[in-house]
Nanobody, 122 residues
Framework: EVQLQAYGGGLVQAGGSLRLSCAASGFTFDDYAIGWFRQAPGKEREVISCISINDGTTYYADSVKGRFTISNNNAKNTVYLRMNSLKPEDTAVYYC???????????????WGQGTQVTVSS
């Protein structure tokens, strides 16, 4: 079965960095899209970054552009989200999701990971 596991979160000070990983099983990376989302307490879930495994097309939300980088390692069936210059407002649970798609950010996703907590202290 298809499974996703997001991990790598933790507690960091403002200005610090973390690398999140989304490990996939049950499928191989071809013609798939992986999205990173986050949800902070009292806030709506928002898309942070997306990648098309097929052609490498990426998307970043304005709030993280220039600070976060999405990448993939197909041999490991893993997508990463490198987060630099973290701010307290980045505090949230971060989720990854997958859908068979040629587009980096499809409208819907089929499978979701459990999520990993990122806390940024001021």
């Amino acid at each position: 079965e298809v499974q996703l596991q997001a991990y790598g979160g933790g507690l960091v000070q403002a200005g610090g960095s973390l690398r999140l990983s989304c490990a996939a099983s049950g499928f191989t990376f071809d013609d798939y899209a992986i999205g990173w989302f986050r949800q902070a307490p009292g806030k709506e879930r928002e898309v942070i970054s997306c990648i098309s495994i097929n052609d490498g097309t990426t998307y970043y939300a304005d709030s993280v552009k220039g600070r976060f980088t999405i990448s993939n390692n197909n041999a490991k069936n893993t997508v990463y989200l490198r987060m630099n210059s973290l701010k307290p407002e980045d505090t949230a649970v971060y989720y990854c999701a997958v859908r068979g798609s040629w587009y980096a950010c499809p409208r819907e996703y089929d499978y979701w990971g459990q999520g990993t907590q990122v806390t940024v202290s001021s």
